[in-house]
């Protein structure tokens, strides 16, 4: 099976639609395997969960999200609102990083960066909890019984080149935190660090991006997961 779709992004972190004739479907973006989360193209080598909807409740899903998306902050609010910090806390000479200084050990500070990654993953994973409460109370029942669907993008090389710079980028940011955080053993980097793992771990739902720019080919579909 080769079929060529669109996903669409309709709010929740985790769950995105596809649409196949008149059958709606919630596709589950939390990856299946550990692996996953590292290296974003092996995602494609296994199976999501695929829920079935019907149009009822896909028509509930985008009149919920169609509302709260006019309540979203400005980009531009939130960029002057850091400015106007940072300007007054130079202004005023308040450096606030002083409050965050430890004299931790080495090894207590391997520990404390252990945790870290630990922290981030622990939390991406109750942010994928919430939403699937989120997306189960809102269409009035629980996700059970899925397909299982094997996606592939339609070009594989082409989105790998196009995502790779924003991976390293998030893993150079990880880096500079750690090693901020071993040589200044101030807490602010290792909560940095906690940050930008847990972005890092999120970008994993982008194997299977909603972006209009992107197609993407069903390759295999399983009723159960015991066939596989």
């Known amino acids: 099976m080769m079929e060529t779709i669109q996903l669409y992004y309709r709010g929740n972190f985790r769950y995105i639609l596809l649409s196949v004739g008149k059958q709606y479907y919630l ?7 550990i692996i996953g989360y590292f ?8 199976y999501y969960k695929v829920y079935p909807i019907t149009t009822e409740e896909y028509l509930k899903i985008q009149t919920k999200y169609s509302k709260s998306s006019k309540f979203m902050i400005p980009v531009s609010f939130v960029g002057g609102l850091s400015v106007f910090l940072s300007t007054w806390m130079r202004v005023n000479n308040v450096d606030i990083f002083q ?19 630990l922290s981030s993953f622990i939390l991406l994973q109750i942010v994928y909890s919430s939403r699937k409460k989120n997306i189960q109370t809102l269409i009035g029942k629980n996700l059970d019984s899925p397909l299982f669907y094997k996606f592939r993008p339609e070009k594989p090389l082409q989105f790998t080149l196009n995502t790779i710079g924003l991976r390293i980028f998030g893993v150079s940011l990880i880096a500079i935190f750690v090693l901020a955080f071993l040589y200044l053993g101030n807490i602010a980097m290792l909560f940095g660090n906690i940050l930008m793992t847990f972005i890092y771990f999120g970008m994993a739902n982008g194997a299977i991006s909603p972006n209009e720019k992107w197609k993407y080919r069903i390759v295999d579909v399983l009723p159960d997961m015991n066939k596989k």
Do not use: E, M, Q
């Open 39 to 46: 290296l974003l193209p092996s995602n494609w080598h296994f």
């Open 27 to 33: 596709i589950d973006r939390r990856p299946s395997h």
């Open 99 to 117: 409050y965050f200084n430890t004299n931790l050990s080495p090894v207590a500070k391997g520990i404390a960066l252990c945790l870290s990654f």
